[in-house]
Each structure stands twice: as C-alpha cells, then as structure tokens.
C-alpha cells in the first residue's frame, strides 16, 4: 500500500508521505514528488546519490530534502525510485537510487521548479503517524 | 469565495477593508462570477500580503487571481524602502520572470494550411520541452555571467536574433543592476544544459491566428490584422530562476524573525529593501530576469529557423515581450505625490499606459502591448496598458486565463489521447512529450480567459486589442 498521497492545490500539487517515524514520512514524501512527474513504480533504482541537508528545524528540513531531490533531478536528468533516509539532530544524510529520465518510457508529466512553505507540516497524527507535507510549485 | 466579508466598490472592484494586522486595504478586480469563483485562498493570500512592512496603498489581485504560495498568482503589491518596505523571494516566485512573447509572422491562415503539420513538426523538433529536454548551447563560467548582465542584448550579440528586437522587450532586453555574484554555483549549475528550452508544465510555443479585432486602431499599432498568424512563447528563467527563488526564500524565511518581520505566513518570506540580503537578492533576481529574457530570445531565433525552413516567406519580427513574475523598482503617483517604489507582480502583467517614458517610441502613443496567454483549447488575448500616473494597481493587469482546477482533478477528468484528438478535430495541432502533461493542462481546467480580459477592461487596468486562436501548440 502507497504511504504517499497527492493533495490539491490551486495551480500546483501538494505532496504528503506517512510513516511511522519522521524518516519514513520523508520518504514517502519524495515518492509522492517523484509521483508528480511520472509513475514511481515505472523508475529504475539502479544509481545512487548521495544527499545531504542541514536545516534549522524539521519543517525546513523537509523542505531543504525536497529541494535537494528537485537539484538533483534537474542537473543530472534522473528520476528516483527508492530513498533512504536518516536523520540526526538538524542533519538529513540520505541515498537515493534513480536512472536517467527516458520521455518514451516515463512519460514526464511535469517538471517541478520548487518545494514551497505552503501547506508545510511535519507532525504526528492522532493515529501516532508522522506525515510530512508541502505544495511543490510545477 | 465568501463574497460577505468584501466591500464592493463598483461592479467590479472588491474591498477588503484595513483590519487586525493588515497595513492597507486588500483590493481585488474581478466580475461577481470570476470573484465567486474564487478559492477562498486568494482572500486569505491577498490580506496577509496587506500585512507586510512598507506596503503601499493597497495588496491587489488580477482577475486571474487563484491560489498560489506566499502571494496570490495575480497578486499585485508595492513597496517602499523609505518606509521600511521589503522585498518577497516569495512574492516573485520561483519562476522568475516567466513571461510571454508575441511574434508577427507576415503570414495569413491560408499560407500555413497546407503545411501546418510539417510546421509543427519542425517546431517540435527545434524547440527543447519538457522535462529533462536540453539546449544545444553550454555556456562557460564567464559566457554565464555575461549572460546573466546583458539578458536578451547578450543572445542578439551571440547571433540569436536582431538588434531591432531588442527595443521591443521591457527594459529593452536587458535588465540593469544585474549582480551575477549574488547567483550561487548551484543555480548557475542548474541552468548549464537549459539555456534555450522550454520547460514544461503551462509552458509552450503556439502559432496562433487573429481571430477578432477589438480595438482596430490599438490593433494597427500593434501591427495586427484580422486572419494574421502569430506565434507566441510563454517560459521562463529556467533552472536558473527556480533554485535563486528556493535559495532566497529559504533564506529570507529564516532572517525574518532577527529583522523584525512577522510572516504571516512563511512562504512570504521578505528582506527590507535596504539590508544586505534584501539588496543581494535584488541583484540575483534581476540576474534571473536577463535569463528569462535571453532564454526567450535563443527561443525566438529557434522558431525563426523552423519557419525559414517550412515556410521561406516568413518573417518573423517581435510586437513584444512581458514579463509576469517580478519585482521592478518604478515610479508611480500615489496620493498625488510620485514615489519610487517596488513593485512585485507575481502572475501579474505590467501594463504602461499611453505615454510612458519607458514604452518604445512605436507603442508611446497606443499604450504597451499586454500579452495575455490562455490555454491551449481556447484564446489568448492582447491588450493595451491604459493607466496614466496615478493607475490601478500600479499600472497592472492580468497574466493569463489562471487555473480553476488543480491537476490532480484535471488528471481524473481527461485523457491526454481524447484531449489532443479532440483539439486536432478542431485544427488545432499539440505537440508534447507527454500525454498526462496534456491531460494536467486541459483547457477546461482553466478560468475563461475572454472573463479575465473582459474585468481587466471593465476595471480600467488594460483595453482589449485582438483575439488570438491556437493552431498550433508545442506543450513542454
């Protein structure tokens, strides 16, 4: 079962992952950013990068591990599939393994400029699950 | 949008009246349908704007407004640095500078016909779009910097286009007080391979026909006649624009508190216009602007090329180009007094009126041509400024049709297939790499782009011109 969701915005998309710790919750969150642009389960998890973020809080953490999967997609043309992430104090380490965006076979729907502050959250639901959320601008 | 908590003003201007935090009154320009229509987030977005330091007169919204991040897309809002105004990474966005151009072909419908699937093909193989799509040109670290000082003017003297083009931009190509030093390795790095593409989601390139004049001696200014093709190009700064705006924001979000700023909402994160950081984004944005404008004008030689080869006779030759998202330091009367303020437009289109200093000599006396994109199915609209000093919204009007639905209920709805077999029934031709792209941006899940222009008339905030129908559209 996805732990990862869509959610509506005006002009843009939200993205949103659940998990049962915070680490989880980001990679759920960038499942659902790979999710903007095509079908995570059509990406090849075969190259890793290596990411590494260091915010002033946890929501701009999220933000920052957004942001730097967005970096990373543009500059090397690649798409990720699968994440590890750990996160310690203020500091995101994280892999995450993608291939190289093939349009006959991704079918890229949109390319996405930025993760923003809006609709940002990272809490614990009442069922003692943490979601991780913001809009990403496309 | 709950039309109660609004005053209206006259049929077509709604008054958040000044209240709790807000600095000025919220004014929004919009027929009771498309205000109706409106998500209740433009409410919200254009009254925490009103709270921001150094606001001038009033927080506005175009009536394409609809929801955005920090500011409404649409949103118009001025500021002044003698009054500890400041300036928004948020309140420009992270596609800086996105704009239209519009481009005379001297050709009618009947030139085109018999070739206009050979035309779209050309086109859509010249011009990168879409995601991971590259540009032919690699710029050194220095040829990047000197892009980024003299925008459009750097692209003609590299031998993409005419000098003559260049004085029928905004800010005649070229924007001043550029500061490439204020743009990190990173931003530079995400521009390397994308100088000269597209890029994708409401981006693209249509060659368009006149399909009704509204105001035939505005229209003769401009060039336009009933039946002339047209080919218009919406995009932006590119990688460029969007890691500046992620990096400012980020930056801006957290020096807030420590300059005395209360964000009513993270995502307006703002910098006085005369601290350090404030001036240094200026310089960065400004940077990105020369980006948007070169980007365009390598786009517009690409499009030549593709018509020299389908159709010879062309002659393409600029009517002009805007630019949507921005924050540009103008003079405007307020109360009587002129001022030199700050004034951002995020989804928003500068609209000079008659006899502005900045308009080129060929449009002085019409007023600037306002470049309106719709969406692929419908119309796109050109319109004229007509403020004088003291006009609405610091001489402002619309930028587009603007969303009416997200992308998520526009993917439920339509098939990308169905929607461009549907549109080439109505001979109108989609190129694009993605058939969900085409699906995200189906023409039903936008406003209606003749309502839009139709309240920026009624409003007095820019005339309607001509009509512009797609024949052919490459999507990114």
């Known amino acids: 079962m996805n732990n990862w969701a869509h959610f509506r915005h005006g002009a843009d998309i939200?993205?949103?992952?659940?998990?049962?710790?915070?680490?989880?919750?980001?990679?759920?969150?960038?499942?659902?950013?790979?999710?903007?642009?095509?079908?995570?389960?059509?990406?090849?998890?075969?190259?890793?990068?290596?990411?590494?973020?260091?915010?002033?809080?946890?929501?701009?953490?999220?933000?920052?591990?957004?942001?730097?999967?967005?970096?990373?997609?543009?500059?090397?043309?690649?798409?990720?599939?699968?994440?590890?992430?750990?996160?310690?104090?203020?500091?995101?380490?994280?892999?995450?393994?993608?291939?190289?965006?093939?349009?006959?076979?991704?079918?890229?729907?949109?390319?996405?400029?930025?993760?923003?502050?809006?609709?940002?959250?990272?809490?614990?639901?009442?069922?003692?699950?943490?979601?991780?959320?913001?809009?990403?601008?496309? | 949008m709950d039309l109660s908590r609004l005053e209206r003003r006259s049929e077509i201007e709604w008054i958040v009246p000044q209240s709790g935090r807000m600095r000025v009154p919220a004014i929004i320009y919009a027929s009771e349908q498309l205000i109706a229509a409106m998500d209740d987030k433009v409410y919200q977005q254009a009254t925490q704007v009103a709270m921001l330091p150094g606001i001038v007169e009033a927080s506005y919204a175009m009536p394409d407004a609809h929801w955005g991040y920090g500011f409404p897309i649409g949103g118009v809002a001025a500021f002044d640095p003698q009054e500890g105004g400041v300036v928004s990474a948020g309140g420009v966005g992270f596609d800086i500078s996105c704009g239209v151009r519009t481009l005379h072909t001297g050709l009618a419908l009947a030139d085109i016909e018999a070739v206009k699937t050979k035309l779209a093909d050309t086109l859509y193989a010249r011009i990168p779009?879409?995601?991971?799509?590259?540009?032919?040109?690699?710029?050194?670290?220095?040829?990047?910097?000197?892009?980024l000082v003299g925008g459009a003017r750097w692209a003609v003297g590299r031998g993409y286009g005419e000098a003559v083009d260049l004085e029928l931009m905004e800010e005649g190509g070229c924007m001043a007080r550029a500061d490439p030093a204020q743009v990190s390795e990173r931003a530079k790095r995400r521009q390397r391979d994308e100088m000269g593409t597209l890029g994708s989601g409401n981006h693209y390139?249509?060659?368009?026909?006149?399909?009704?004049?509204?105001?035939?001696?505005?229209?003769?200014?401009?060039?336009?006649?009933?039946?002339?093709?047209?080919?218009?190009?919406?995009?932006?700064?590119?990688?460029l624009g969007h890691q500046i705006g992620t990096e400012y924001l980020r930056e801006m979000a957290i020096a807030a508190p420590a300059a005395g700023i209360v964000l009513p909402d993270r995502e307006l994160a703002c910098a006085p216009l005369q601290s350090r950081l404030g001036k240094r984004y200026l310089g960065a944005m400004r940077a990105a602007i020369n980006c948007a404008l070169a980007n365009r004008q390598i786009l517009t030689q690409l499009t030549r090329d593709a018509f020299s080869e389908v159709l010879p006779r062309a002659r393409l030759q600029l009517l002009y180009d805007v630019s949507h998202n921005t924050c540009k330091e103008e003079n405007h009367d307020v109360g009587g007094k002129p001022r030199r303020l700050f004034v951002h437009r995020k989804g928003a289109t500068r609209a000079f009126g008659p006899g502005h200093p900045a308009l080129p000599a060929a449009y002085r006396e019409s007023g600037q041509p306002v470049l309106?994109?719709?969406?692929?199915?419908?119309?796109?609209?050109?319109?004229?400024?007509?403020?004088?000093?003291?006009?609405?919204?610091?001489?402002s009007a619309c930028h587009g049709a603007g969303r009416s639905m997200s992308r998520h209920e526009a993917?439920?709805?339509?098939?990308?297939?169905?929607?461009?077999?549907?549109?080439?029934?109505?001979?109108?031709?989609?190129?694009?790499?993605?058939?969900?792209?085409?699906?995200?941006?189906?023409?039903?899940?936008?406003?209606?782009?003749?309502?839009?222009?139709?309240?920026?008339?009624?409003a007095g905030l820019a005339r309607v011109v001509a009509r512009l129908e797609p024949l052919i559209c490459i999507k990114g």
């Open chain 1, 14 to 138: 939200g993205v949103r992952g659940f998990g049962a710790t915070r680490e989880e919750a980001f990679v759920q969150a960038a499942l659902a950013l790979t999710a903007v642009i095509t079908d995570p389960a059509l990406v090849a998890s075969m190259v890793p990068v290596v990411i590494a973020c260091d915010a002033p809080d946890d929501e701009l953490l999220l933000v920052d591990w957004l942001n730097a999967l967005i970096f990373e997609m543009s500059t090397r043309r690649m798409l990720f599939g699968r994440f590890e992430v750990a996160i310690s104090g203020s500091v995101l380490e994280a892999t995450a393994w993608g291939e190289t965006i093939d349009v006959e076979r991704h079918h890229p729907a949109v390319e996405v400029k930025g993760a923003t502050y809006t609709e940002l959250d990272l809490s614990r639901r009442p069922d003692g699950r943490w979601r991780a959320q913001c809009v990403v601008d496309v």
């Open chain 2, 129 to 147: 779009a879409g995601v991971g799509s590259t540009g032919q040109l690699r710029l050194s670290v220095q040829e990047m910097d000197e892009m």
């Open chain 2, 205 to 239: 390139l249509e060659v368009q026909q006149v399909t009704r004049i509204l105001d035939p001696v505005r229209a003769q200014a401009f060039g336009l006649v009933l039946g002339d093709v047209v080919v218009s190009i919406h995009c932006g700064s590119r990688g």
């Open chain 2, 372 to 395: 309106i994109g719709g969406s692929m199915g419908t119309a796109s609209y050109i319109l004229a400024g007509m403020a004088s000093d003291s006009g609405k919204a610091f001489a």
């Open chain 2, 411 to 458: 993917l439920r709805r339509w098939h990308g297939r169905a929607l461009v077999d549907d549109l080439a029934a109505r001979g109108i031709l989609i190129r694009c790499p993605s058939l969900r792209g085409v699906a995200e941006e189906a023409p039903l899940a936008y406003k209606d782009v003749t309502a839009v222009v139709e309240a920026s008339e009624l």
